[in-house]
């Protein structure tokens, strides 16, 4: 039976008040991708709606610092050549170790110039040259300054612009909504779940097509420069409808974190000249990357300052120093104020006059969801798009500058595919909705009574630290191996506890319970994916396998959960332009 | 070193006030506090919390009787009186409970908006005052092929405003807003002068009318405790002056 529903109406079923919504595309995250969406959606005259567990402008693309990769062309590379599309895809396939999928990177570089464009015309504030155009600068694996910025703010800037031109177009947002499951009927896609946490209701959405854009998954480790709320929700209720994740073991550490907190010090502080200095005061770099320096790609940099700390060159807690002070106070202010503030607020240094202690940290999830060029999933009617999805843009490692440029390109495009594809649907059957929101109220009354006396915050400390020590930036069989027994056990442990505050509003450690609940799947599969990969490629280095293996592994892990486990299987890269050679900086 | 937490939800007929011993630690920010709280102590505190690294705006909140993001409050420097900042007083800071500022961390909500539970304000109604200014950008020209040209010098003085992360700590600091309950208050100003001296936008005073109005520029008394809270030192009496003038000489003509 299909019931046919005004926007937003309010149904009320005869057993308990269960509030059912409807809009014709569901986008879950307020982030960039998901605001980017929101607009596209809106100017094509279809009702779209964003689910949000915070404000949006809480989300974490507020945080990003560096900026935005596209060919503009508006400073000279270093002899006086003019940057192109191509040579920002060359960029990018070779920082992927060549596990991008190339019709994926061709497509987003193609649309980069327009996309900064368009930001612009929609009001942000970019740096400018003296020539009144949008500045550039130079990025780590980028053969010209090709990173548009605003200041150290840039995601700042651009989301609060997005955000700006939501609320313009009044497009609805359900603020502070957790979003519990994807609701199927036929085989489809037809909405989702989701608890309102100031009241702790359960709310259904039903519509014609639901894109997730919930970001990474950051905080599965303890060292991580993510928000605290990036914790891959939106990949842990895909796998649980079926959806496969694709790369999931292709975690990036960023090589330069705040010692302490691991807060992100951008990668632009070296764009605009900053060095790397172990506790020698020697510029270590010089021995890994004597072309590229100081700015290799991330993976090259992480590798390198680990290896400086554990062959006794860091400083005893676990650290080197990142050295601006010869940039002078001027272009300190001007051009990375924010990390400066940062600096000084959290580690108590200021940049103008002392090297900033730093160390790698987790930063950015590669893998995701697994997603076609289109952002389409597996499930018809689910999409998903910017960091918890995986187009493949990115492959085995991201160049800094390319997520933001990411989220807004494909938040686009994927929007227009929806768009294309809603016009050609009916509504869907409501009745599924209600069931499935009946089974997360019962799955949240048996976790509140739940008699487990053991603090589950332990649960959450463990995994992170576990996953740092035996899926960080070094690894081997055996660590992975004793990692993974580790998840399971955690696995078993949580699913005793319960928290013990048993109320059903504003109740955010019940929320963090699920959060958790779906992180140790993210841990799990994360683990698999890494294990079966027998090769160091990208952010993926073993020791036990130290070399790229093109013959059997130049192909992207595919996991998805049958039968309550994990399944892991493989597709193959698109390849294109660029033939696979090795990696030299 | 003790944290002191304000606590209330529905049903209570007052709010109380609960005690905590701290567990030192180096580095400890007072969303840290609040974290070992509801770890350690009870898991029903509800406070806002998102990217700890005092970008994205969410933990505003009373600290010590000084609005701050509990995230970038450092616990040390906060009881060795190093993060002293003079407020022009106003009701909402006036003494609620005894505390010890050298040994104890006072964290209560944000004022000048309504408490949900606990530390969680209801920011509807900060969120409807910026939306009241119409924060959207409005370009004079169709947008060209490429990027519109901006003088650089003009960046400055804009990014003090874009800045903003609207975390309402000068809402809660402002003493107008708490008397006035109509006052569109420090940062919705801010926002709305932002747009107004964007050289890509017409150069008349149109976006400025917006805000001509009691509730608007000419409700301001210069207390400047919006700007002394500011994480982001962004200056909205700077604007309100600014923008006062020009309406003025706009009148004169």
């Known amino acids: ?77 270093e002899d006086g050549t003019t940057d192109s599309w191509e040579m920002h895809a060359y960029d990018t396939v070779k920082g992927s170790d060549y596990l991008a999928d190339q019709d994926a990177v061709e497509l987003m570089c193609r649309e980069a110039t327009s996309t900064v464009y368009e930001l612009e015309h929609m009001g942000t504030v970019w740096s400018r040259l003296e020539n009144g155009k949008i500045a550039q600068r130079p990025f780590g694996g980028a053969g010209f300054p090709r990173t548009c910025y605003a200041a150290d703010r840039t995601g700042h800037n651009a989301l609060h612009t997005l955000y700006e031109q939501v609320l313009d177009r009044g497009i609805p947002t359900y603020e502070e909504f957790f979003v519990t499951s994807l609701v199927k009927d036929n085989g489809r896609c037809i909405g989702c779940t989701a608890i309102e946490i100031m009241t702790g209701n359960v709310h259904g959405f039903l519509s014609k097509a639901v894109l997730l854009a919930t970001g990474g998954f950051g905080r599965i480790f303890n060292r991580s420069t993510n928000a605290l709320i990036n914790t891959g929700d939106g990949h842990a209720i895909a796998l649980d409808a079926g959806v496969p994740l694709k790369d999931m073991e292709f975690v990036q550490f960023h090589p330069t974190t705040l010692y302490g907190t691991n807060i992100l010090m951008s990668e632009g502080a070296r764009g605009e000249g900053g060095i790397l200095l172990n506790s020698k005061g020697e510029r270590f770099m010089e021995h890994y990357a004597p072309k590229s320096m100081d700015l290799a790609p991330r993976d090259v940099v992480a590798r390198s300052i680990e290896q400086e700390i554990k062959e006794g060159r860091g400083h005893e807690e676990g650290y080197v120093n990142l050295d601006l002070t010869h940039l002078g106070e001027d272009r300190i202010m001007e051009r990375l104020p924010g990390i400066r ?25 590669m893998g995701g969801i697994d997603v076609d060029i289109h952002g389409a999933t597996l499930l018809p009617g689910l999409y998903a798009a910017g960091e918890c999805s995986c187009i493949s843009v990115h492959g085995a490692n991201r160049l800094g500058g390319n997520s933001l440029l990411e989220t807004v390109v494909f938040g686009r495009l994927v929007a227009d595919k929806i768009i294309e594809e809603n016009n050609k649907l009916a509504t869907q059957n409501i009745e599924p909705i209600k069931i499935a929101v009946h089974e997360v109220e019962s799955k949240i009354e048996e976790i509140l009574e739940r008699k487990g006396a053991e603090n589950f915050f332990k649960v ?67 683990a698999y994916g890494a294990i079966a990969r027998r090769e160091s490629r990208g952010s993926h280095t073993r020791t036990d396998h130290p070399d790229r293996d093109d013959n059997r592994f130049l192909k992207h892990t595919i996991a998805f959960l049958k039968d309550g486990n994990i399944n892991i299987t493989y597709k193959p890269v698109k390849l294109g332009m660029f033939k696979p050679k090795e990696r030299v900086y | 070193m003790k944290l002191k937490l304000y606590r209330y939800h529905d049903g209570m007929t007052e709010p109380r006030y609960d005690t905590f011993e701290l567990e030192p630690s180096s580095g400890l920010t007072v969303l840290g506090a609040l974290f070992q709280f509801q770890q350690k102590f009870d898991d029903s505190i509800a406070f806002h919390y998102s990217c700890r690294g005092a970008v994205c705006g969410t933990c505003a909140m009373l600290i010590n009787k000084v609005p701050r993001l509990a995230c970038r409050t450092q616990v040390a420097a906060l009881l060795n009186d190093e993060l002293h900042i003079p407020l022009s007083p106003y009701p909402a800071i006036e003494e609620t409970v005894d505390w010890n500022p050298e040994e104890d961390v006072l964290v209560e909500p944000l004022p000048h908006l309504p408490v949900i539970r606990d530390l969680i304000v209801d920011m509807n109604k900060f969120f409807d005052f910026y939306k009241y200014i119409e924060p ?58 932002r747009f107004y001296i964007d050289p890509r936008e017409s150069d008349d005073n149109s976006r400025l009318k917006r805000a001509d109005e009691p509730r608007g520029w000419w409700d301001c008394d210069f207390h400047g405790n919006c700007r002394r809270v500011c994480p982001k030192e962004v200056p909205p009496l700077i604007a309100i002056a600014k923008a006062r003038e020009q309406l003025n000489l706009e009148r004169e003509k």
């Open chain 2, 136 to 193: 959207v950008f409005k370009p004079s020209d169709p947008a060209p092929k490429k990027e519109r040209l901006m003088d650089s010098s003009s960046v400055p003085e804009l990014e003090l405003y874009t800045n903003c992360i609207l975390c309402a700590a000068c809402f809660g600091s402002c003493p107008i807003n708490g008397s006035d309950l109509q006052y569109l208050g420090p940062a919705a100003l801010a926002k709305l002068y």
């Open chain 1, 460 to 526: 959450k400390d463990d995994m992170s630290k576990s996953m740092f020590n035996n899926f960080g930036i070094y690894r081997d069989d055996q660590s992975m191996h004793e990692g993974l027994n580790e998840i399971k056990k955690l696995q078993r442990t949580l699913s005793n506890l319960s928290p013990n505050n048993k109320n059903r509003a504003v109740n955010q450690t019940l929320i963090q319970f699920l959060e958790l609940e779906g992180m140790l799947k993210i841990a799990e599969v994360v």
């Open chain 1, 1 to 77: 039976m299909t019931v046919s529903l005004k926007h937003d109406d309010e149904v009320v079923t005869a057993s308990s008040l269960v509030s059912i919504h409807y809009h014709d595309v569901i986008i879950i995250g307020g982030g960039l991708t998901g605001l980017r969406v929101a607009i596209q959606v809106s100017d094509a005259g279809l009702d779209g709606a964003v689910l949000s567990k915070v404000h949006p402008l809480r989300s974490h693309s507020v945080a990003a610092q560096g900026g935005m990769n596209a060919s503009l062309g508006n400073v000279p590379g």
């Open chain 1, 341 to 365: 503030q940062i600096a000084m607020d959290f580690a108590g240094v200021d940049p103008i006059k002392d090297p900033v202690p730093v160390q790698p940290g987790q930063h950015y999830s």
